[in-house]
């Protein structure tokens, strides 16, 4: 059964760690994230984006697709489906669909206009018991078509979003998606400091997990991030370990080009993602 991610964000925000998302974009990817967190005895979140929702057969199919696997894989561990990034009339048709929770990300609209945005789809979550994720001040670079030029979030503006009833607030502190440039500046660690002052208990999200020093995100674990999203890297160690399986040929081997033997290296390769971010973020063992 899909669970929203208020209990476990609350119990990672007093227990100092952070419960990771890993965005999915098939059967392997989503069979890879569950395996590795009940191997970990770890809370997950499968996020999924729009673009990653409409490619792998609507809202509907992912939400099927997450709920049947976690039973027939005997996944004991605490599940939640998560959009990321959502629109508004996409978090509508994700809840509908049977997601335990959803981001809508208002960060692109003026303040007033993301405040009456998350305020509305904070009581329908409510409502049917499910979590929401409110986003202030757009997280840099390019996930899956949603673009962001990596602002500084204000701390007042942040106050107001949190005061409507969030789940979990993401806040841009100098986080990017995708890859991180060889010139960037790290982590606002004032500016987190700054949010996490003023909005209260509600765990905070990072987004662009990827790449940032580990020194870095226990930083932010201390000063009250409680959910990192991580899905660059998945998309990265699945690619090489693809590219290195055809290019020994091993797919002109035997039955090589079967697709469950041409996606097992890949699907490997980012369970031991999932199982490496689980350990850093500290979340093993705490479902």
Sequence with gaps: MLVPV????????????????????????TKAILLAAEEKKSPVIVGVSEGAAKYMGGYKTVAALVENLAEELNITVPVALH????????????IDAGFSSVM????????????????EMVRITREKGLSVEAEVGSIGGEEDGVVGTGEIASPDECAAIAELGVTILAAGIGNIHGKYP???????????AAIRAVTGEIPLVLHGGTGIPEDMIKQAILLGVSKINVNTECQLSFAAATREYIEQGRDQQGKGFD????????????????EEKIDLFGSANKA
Excluded: C
């Design 104 to 119: 809508f990300d208002g960060s692109h609209y003026d303040i007033a206009e993301n405040i009456a945005r998350t305020r």
């Design 259 to 274: 697709p469950r033997n041409l996606l097992k290296p890949g699907f490997l390769a980012i369970k031991a993602t999932v």
């Design 182 to 192: 060889a010139n960037w500046k790290g982590l606002d660690f004032d500016a987190l």
């Design 83 to 94: 959009l990321d990034h959502g629109s508004y009339d996409g978090a509508l048709k994700a």
């Design 6 to 29: 208020t209990d476990m964000l609350q119990n990672a925000l007093k227990g100092h760690y952070a419960v990771g998302q890993f965005n999915t974009n098939n059967l392997e990817w």
